[in-house]
């Protein structure tokens, strides 16, 4: 099977990297989004206190010793809520690496195989998709208990029928293509058509279902710590802080307790669906040319 000369690969890349970077919106998303990663990276050299560590009055109001001040048992609230971004983004990264692993797969060989495995698959898939996903959170997070590692097992086995389909679909089309014939015709086997050949020109929709499934999994996260079902105090994350500033008191009189982290995940969440946007946008086909 002829080979695709790398320069028309780096050529292609290039493009795609040009078109990204006119998105005004992706490129600030993608600048905001690393400084949260370095956050969340450096945290324990950025954190002015220990995020655990009662060193203040409670719920004192920002000042030159505490920028965000402190809350209602006396924590630096600058400091949890640096803590807090390594635990959230780290369920974002994580849960869709995971569950696009499992997806990509599946979906690869249901659209490959065909018959009865994909129509099997497919069921499997209809299943998943017909309970409504933050019930099946609340029920599975009572059942195998908070915490997040939980957390990140219960939103990767939730998140990948979603991938699959979109996976199977790709391949479905790929696979009547005259260059996976080329490849069925000179014997290759079937796992390096799929993983040589096929996904990685289905890479497109998989990296922008994994952008957006990102901010949907540090939604999912917060959501579940504000209902007091996902990460568990001590250790901060962005929604068991809201949890902690749900009091009316703290909702009128105590802003720092729940603005920061609320701008955070609102801050977080618009920059990782800019980025996709941007993928989306710079892998259009009707715009590439490709």
């Known amino acids: 099977m002829a080979q695709v000369p790398s320069y028309e690969v780096d050529s292609y890349w290039r493009m795609i990297r040009q078109r990204f970077m006119q998105h005004k919106l992706a490129v600030a998303g993608l600048i905001i989004m690393g400084l949260l990663i370095l956050i969340g990276i450096f945290a324990p050299l950025i954190a002015p206190y220990d995020p655990n560590a009662i060193i203040g009055a409670f719920s004192a109001p920002p000042s030159g010793a505490h920028w ?17 971004t390594r635990v959230s983004l780290a369920v974002g990264v994580i849960t869709v690496i995971l569950y696009v692993l499992i997806g990509t ?26 309970f409504p996903s933050m019930m099946v959170i609340l029920v599975l997070v009572t059942v ?4 997040l590692s939980n957390i990140i097992i219960v939103l990767a086995l939730l998140g990948w029928p979603a991938v699959a ?19 069925i015709a000179l014997g290759f086997s079937s796992p ?12 497109g929709p998989i990296l922008v279902n994994a952008t957006f499934g990102a901010a949907a999994a540090i939604l999912s996260e917060s959501s579940l710590s504000f209902l007091g079902m996902g990460v568990q105090p001590p250790a901060a994350s962005w929604g068991n802080m809201l949890n902690a500033a749900q009091s009316i008191t703290a909702l009128t009189t105590q ?3 729940w603005i920061p982290p609320g701008l955070v995940i609102i801050l977080s969440v618009l920059s990782i669906n800019f980025i996709g946007d941007g993928i989306r ?10």
């Open 144 to 147: 195998l208990g908070t915490g």
């Open 68 to 84: 965000l001040g402190t809350d209602q048992v006396g924590r630096d609230v600058l400091s949890r809520l640096i803590y807090a």
């Open 105 to 130: 797969v599946v979906g690869a060989i249901a659209g490959y195989v065909g018959g009865w495995v994909d129509m099997l698959i497919n069921r499997i898939i209809d299943v998943f998709m017909s």
């Open 165 to 183: 389909r979109l996976v199977r679909g790709s391949v479905l089309s790929l696979r009547q293509t005259e260059f996976v014939r080329a490849g």
């Open 281 to 290: 946008d710079a892998m259009d086909s009707r715009r590439t040319g490709v």
């Open 255 to 257: 802003p720092w307790l």
């Open 192 to 203: 390096r058509l799929i993983f040589g050949h096929i996904l990685p020109n289905a890479m």
